[in-house]
């Protein structure tokens, strides 16, 4: 069978695409550049690469036939974020596919109201890209269910894995939050840090996207969480990762008002954007319908990429 894969050489990508070839599938992967995959891979040799900037292709509309001219027996999307660019795909591929799996986010619930979050709470999605990727949902859902278009949804949360820097336990990307963590110097925390995050490693999102291709008859017209087992809040990641130094967390809480003026204005918009979710999945669905099961905890996948990060000079913590 032959496998599309659309923007294969990022975070997932770099651990679905061998995936797929060694479940023995034909993969073709288009991409805007030639970038090599954070990790590599023998079974990269084997995948057929094409180049195309779908930005540009959707707005003169030849993107969905560019795919279905590839004549795929399925389809991953790892890269659209509109409706109007989703539907542009399944018209092309209407007829055409037996599978297209859709990488959505856990941003399209909003703010958590009950945790843990399942599929079937409501939406209340805020800021641009919640709210477009909710859009995308509605739309491949009710092209499943009211059309039979074969569609699945998989919700990854905040994507970790060797190469990229972690979502940090103060809630943005600064890698010299972790550097201050193993140094057991102060880490300033918003509010009493009891907001959440959700990770999860990449290679477990790459196992979900499998599963739901090997489950095609419970996975399609669905949409699955794909998330470790458990949500961190900030303070307990930040004292398990200090433990994980050798050190005890010396954290300092500040109303959220005070706490911005200590950060960029990125980081904190950064920041901002994930405590206002303060995500807490469940994962049950994908684990009673896929199979799924993560093999890393939300730690777990952090410390390997922080691992990766002080292996290459990226954080210092030669003061430890």
Not at 78 to 89: D, E, G, N, V
């Amino acid at each position: 069978m032959r496998v599309v894969i659309i923007g294969g050489m990022g975070h997932v990508g770099t651990y679905l695409v061998p995936r797929l070839v060694e479940a023995g599938y034909e993969v073709i992967n288009i991409s805007r550049g030639r970038r090599s995959p954070y990790q590599p891979h023998a079974a990269w040799k084997s995948v057929r690469q094409v180049v195309a900037d779908r930005e540009t292709e959707d707005k003169a509309g030849t993107f969905g036939q560019r795919v279905r001219d590839l004549r795929p027996d399925i389809v991953i999307d790892m890269i659209c974020f509109t409706a109007t660019s989703a539907s542009q795909l399944v018209e092309a591929l209407n007829g055409e596919v037996q599978h297209l799996l859709h990488c959505g986010t856990i941003w399209v619930h909003g703010p958590t109201v009950q945790a843990p979050l399942t599929e079937e709470q409501p939406r209340r999605p805020f800021g641009d890209y919640g709210i477009q990727k909710a859009a995308v949902e509605v739309y491949l859902l009710n092209k499943a269910r009211r059309n039979g278009f074969p569609a699945t949804i998989l919700h990854p949360g905040h994507i970790v894995g060797p190469g990229w820097v972690p979502l940090n336990p103060a809630g943005h990307f600064n890698p010299q939050v972790f550097a201050s963590l193993a140094r057991g110097e102060e880490v300033a925390l918003p509010n009493f840090g009891m907001e959440t995050v959700h990770h999860v490693h990449a290679d477990d999102v790459a196992q979900a996207f499998m599963q739901a291709i090997f489950h095609r008859s419970v996975a399609v017209c669905e949409s699955f969480h794909t998330v470790s087992p458990a949500a961190l809040t900030l303070r307990g990641y930040a004292e398990a990762m200090a433990a994980w130094f050798g050190q005890s967390a010396n954290l300092r809480f500040l109303p959220w008002e005070e706490w911005r003026t200590t950060v960029s204005e990125v980081e904190a918009a950064a920041t901002w954007d994930h405590i206002a979710h303060s995500p807490c999945c469940s994962i049950a669905k994908a684990e009673r319908l896929l199979n799924y099961r993560p093999r890393y905890t939300s730690l777990q996948a952090v410390q390997e990429a922080v691992s990766w990060l002080i292996e290459h000079g990226v954080i210092d913590v030669s003061n430890q």
